[in-house]
């Protein structure tokens, strides 16, 4: 089993800067893609950024040019650095991978965090 553990949600003012980390853990074989996905009350699950094993990334048009997707291959830890948050950016994030484990490592699955709540709010 592989487990993903975030870290760095909480509530900021508009304008103002978080950072959110997740951690790969467990029994690890293989993790490829890592990202960020987020959910505000009465909507969908949507994908905030990701980021592949060679660094390629995307993101939501939403969060072009203030949120940053980052990696540390060797930690199996991704980061969400957010800055100039809105109101709007308010919601549960979810850490998300696919990734296999060593008992079945050739079998990709989806993983995904307990989530973290942000609020932005004055």
């Known amino acids: 089993q592989v487990q993903l553990v975030e870290s760095g949600g909480g509530l900021v003012q508009p304008g103002g800067s978080l950072r959110l980390s997740c951690a790969a853990s467990?029994?690890?074989?293989?993790?490829?893609?890592m990202g960020w996905y987020r959910q505000a009350p009465v909507k969908q699950r949507e994908l905030v950024a990701a980021i592949t094993s060679g660094g390629s990334t995307n993101y939501a048009d939403s969060v072009k040019g203030r949120f940053t997707i980052s990696r540390d291959n060797a930690k199996n830890t991704v980061y969400l650095q957010m800055n100039n948050l809105k109101p709007e950016d308010t919601a549960v994030y979810y850490c998300h991978t696919t990734g296999s484990d060593v008992v079945s490592p050739l079998l990709v699955r989806d993983y995904w965090g307990q989530g973290t709540q942000v609020t932005v709010s004055s």
């Open positions: 467990g029994r690890i074989f293989s993790i490829y893609s």
